[in-house]
């Protein structure tokens, strides 16, 4: 069975300083990943997504993402953090062949000015 | 810009009323997919849906959920009698289909609050 864990639940970082969110994913089979985040009071919204092509991936607002199989990771990171960046995010693993989502828990990345 | 629509974006109701949510999938999508988010639970599915037909609704309280696909326009979640445990936001997601699944697209949810 496919799960992500996102290792921590909050996050906060000053602006301008990088950021780093963890994810381990677990899979029987090579991963469809992703993350999306979710603005207060928002719907979700697609970050980036890795479907077995290159490893590093990059995606809106300057976030990427780097796959590795060999730690069965997935961290999310951006070079220098924005107010706007603040948000929860969640790291998220296709579960089955017809494509349902399975989500972490989710990290609150807070930025402090 | 096509995007994932959803009525109503709030609904406030008492226990034991029907509370009907819905959603119009991004045009050309074959799948459909109802999500719930709770502060304790976080986001899980709850059924899905492709060329209409329910796929898996495992995820639902079958005693009192229901979801249909009246239409390829038009995806229904109802709750009848509705819990204060109910109380949550509720996503409706599009996707394509063609041999393997794309990508997700989210609606702005439904807040339901049961008092």
């Known amino acids: 069975a496919q799960s992500v864990t996102q290792l921590d639940s909050h996050v906060s970082v000053s602006e301008g300083t990088p950021v780093l969110l963890r994810c381990n994913y677990s899979s029987s089979y090579s991963p469809s990943l992703f993350w999306y985040v979710q603005h207060p009071n928002k719907g979700l919204q697609l970050l980036l997504k890795y479907t077995s092509a290159a490893t590093l991936v990059k995606g809106i607002n300057g976030f990427e993402a780097e796959f590795k199989k060999s730690e069965t990771s997935f961290h999310l990171t951006k070079p220098s953090a924005h107010m706007s960046d603040a948000a929860e995010y969640f790291c998220?693993?296709?579960?089955?062949?017809?494509?349902?989502?399975?989500f972490g828990k989710g990290t609150k990345l807070s930025v402090k000015p | 810009d096509a995007r994932v629509t959803q009525t109503p974006r709030d609904k406030v109701t008492e226990m034991g009323q029907e509370v009907t949510m819905r959603c119009q999938p991004i045009l050309g999508h074959n799948t459909v997919f109802w999500y719930r988010q709770t502060m304790m639970q976080g986001l899980e599915l709850l059924a899905y849906f492709r060329n209409r037909a329910p796929l898996d609704d495992s995820g639902m309280p079958k005693d009192r959920f229901s979801a249909e696909m009246p239409d390829a326009t038009l995806a229904t979640l109802k709750i009848q009698p509705s819990e204060p445990r109910d109380s949550a936001v509720y996503f409706c997601?599009?996707?394509?289909?063609?041999?393997?699944?794309?990508?997700?697209?989210f609606g702005p949810g439904t807040r339901l609050t049961v008092l």
């Open positions: 997601a599009s996707g394509l289909v063609i041999g393997s699944p794309d990508t997700q697209y």
């Open positions: 998220v693993v296709r579960g089955g062949s017809q494509g349902n989502l399975i």
